[in-house]
């Protein structure tokens, strides 16, 4: 069963704003991920962070992590049109990767 | 290789035929999963293969659902008297199996149509 609820779904920005987009889960876990998907095809894995961590930096990529709410946030810092993509949050239980996606993301940044 | 592979990129097929669905997962990654992307169903886990172990199946959504790997490296996902409802992007992927420090590397996927 699908356990990452991404909220909002679908955000349009312009470039060089910030996009922040939000993931819920609802068991324990060992760690979150998130990845981005460009046109429908093969996911690209953007950020782990594990459940003994706050927040995680890598890039103009920014995620947090709190497990007494279960929820996780990506931000996306000066956002770039080539960022438009859909963004899926991602829980691993046991940190095995056997993940359980969420419904996922559709950012869509305005040159 | 550099990436995953995933072969055929696109698959059509009429209902009731078998398929094979083929995944040459990053040299060295023990590690092996097959998911499926649909659009009622997003994005589901199928079976996941670690080394030697027995594979985790418990995903696959009917017994006309089967895969193997062989030789710990390449995976064929098999489904037998295709339906329409298999209609979907079926995604492989790899990692290096150490406890929760990396992410999955996707194929590109093979989109699926049972006609």
């Known amino acids: 069963s699908q356990q990452g609820e991404e909220d909002p779904q679908a955000l349009s920005i312009q470039e060089g704003e910030n996009a922040t987009m939000n993931c819920s889960y609802k068991?324990?876990?060992?760690?979150l991920q998130w990845y981005r998907q460009n046109s429908g095809r093969g996911l690209v894995h953007l950020i782990l962070?594990?459940?003994?961590?706050r927040e995680k930096h890598s890039g103009r990529l920014r995620v947090t992590l709190d497990t007494s709410k279960k929820s996780s946030s990506l931000l996306i810092t000066a956002s770039r049109a080539a960022d438009t993509a859909s963004y899926f949050c991602?829980?691993?239980?046991?940190?095995?990767?056997?993940?359980?996606f969420g419904k996922g993301n559709q950012v869509v940044v305005i040159p | 290789g550099a990436g995953v592979s995933q072969s055929p990129s696109n698959k059509v097929t009429e209902k009731g035929k078998d398929v094979e669905l083929r995944c040459d997962p990053i040299?060295?990654?023990?590690?092996l999963y097959w998911y499926r992307q649909s659009l009622g169903q997003g994005l589901e886990f199928l079976i996941y293969?670690?080394?030697?172990?027995?594979?985790?199946k418990s995903g696959l959504p009917s017994d006309r659902f089967s895969a193997e790997r062989t030789g710990g490296s390449v995976s064929t996902l098999t489904i037998q008297r295709t339906q329409q409802e298999d209609s979907a992007v079926y995604l492989c992927?790899?990692?290096?199996?150490?406890?929760?420090?990396?992410?999955?590397?996707f194929g590109s996927g093979t989109q699926l149509s049972v006609l």
């Open positions: 040299s060295g990654h023990t590690a």
């Open positions: 962070i594990r459940s003994n961590e």
């Open positions: 992927a790899s990692s290096l199996a150490i406890r929760g420090i990396h992410g999955l590397f």
């Open positions: 991602a829980t691993d239980p046991y940190g095995n990767n056997r993940l359980a």
């Open positions: 293969f670690q080394g030697n172990s027995a594979p985790d």
């Open positions: 068991t324990s876990i060992n760690n």
